[in-house]
């Protein structure tokens, strides 16, 4: 008679009720389980990726038009304390122009993503967006960190469809520790706005940040479920040597593959992308991630002399990750899987994934 590990149990339990408790989910996180079930959670999540989710890797386009930050989160190397680093703004004849190429590559879905600064005004980013619109019809998305209410709106109306604001972690006294300053309240603030606005809403965390425990994970995974979060994006830590955590050990890529796994396995059709981060720490272990639930993959499409000052961690602006280049080696992965590459606006659509937020309106 076969035994079967709690593991398993656990993994069964989750994929018939598309739910687990946090202590069962901090468990399929730890390293207690055996590379056997881990191969078992990474099938059961790539079979549900391809049920709900679809085969295609949806291609996105993203261009980092600014590095300019206030804040002073203490893993990241755009914060304002990097007093070293060049800072820049893209003009929006430069941002237009990456738009144009990253449409040009048949990509229709433009990512902008800035760091969080007053000196970003929102009237120019909404005229930004509507010219983008009206030249290149492709989805936008924005990720320029906590705006007001007001500034959400206005993008919202200049033509924006979706917005990404990782919430890095649901722990409330890591994020005060790993942000000065900052309160976890208001990001989740920020995210019922940009969701009652009618945004398609993304978030994410960093998994293996010093201080995270397993539990807190696991609490992270199940809000992105209760939210009904259309993007989930997870990547692992990555020490900058500019910031306050230098000195602390980088994360295991293999954790993060399980956390895309879950929560593949909680948020049947979510978009999930293989992180910059993931590809930066390993080539393999991003592959891996769309073996395992991830779905999307977003290229740099920043000039390489902005690129360079997009410092979040090593490797991450690297000019040598040339789009062109990248996306003929996932073109290539794709062929070898059986796997398409989708350049389509990869909408999410909610109503196809059950989500307590929708009936109640509640999500914390
Ligand atoms: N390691 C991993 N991810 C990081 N980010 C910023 N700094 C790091 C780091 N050192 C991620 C954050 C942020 C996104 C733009 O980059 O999750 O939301």
Known sequence: MRVVSRAECLINKLCGRGSLSKKELAYLLSRRISAGDERLLFRRADSLRGSHAGDGIIVRGIVEFSNICRNRCVYCGLNSGNVRLRR??????DILVCARTIYKSGIRSIVLQSGESASIRAEWLAEVIKRIKKLYPAAITISAGERSRSDYALWKKAGADRYLLKIETTCADLYRRLHPGMKLKTRLLCLRALKELGYQTGS???TGLPGQTAESIAEDLLFFRRFGMGM????PFIPHPRTPLSACAPADTVSVLRAIALARLLNPC???????????SSAREAYKALECGANVVMFSFTPAVFRRLYDLYPGR???????GRELDGLRAYAARTDRKLDFS???FNPLAQKSPVFKTGKFH
């Open 317 to 323: 602006s690297k000019a040598r990750f040339d789009a």
């Open 345 to 347: 606006r990869g909408d």
């Open 204 to 206: 994410g965390c960093i």
């Open 88 to 93: 820049y703004c893209m003009t929006t004849e």
């Open 232 to 235: 989930i994006s997870i990547g």
């Open 270 to 280: 979510a978009h999930i992308p293989v992180t910059t981060a993931l590809r930066r």
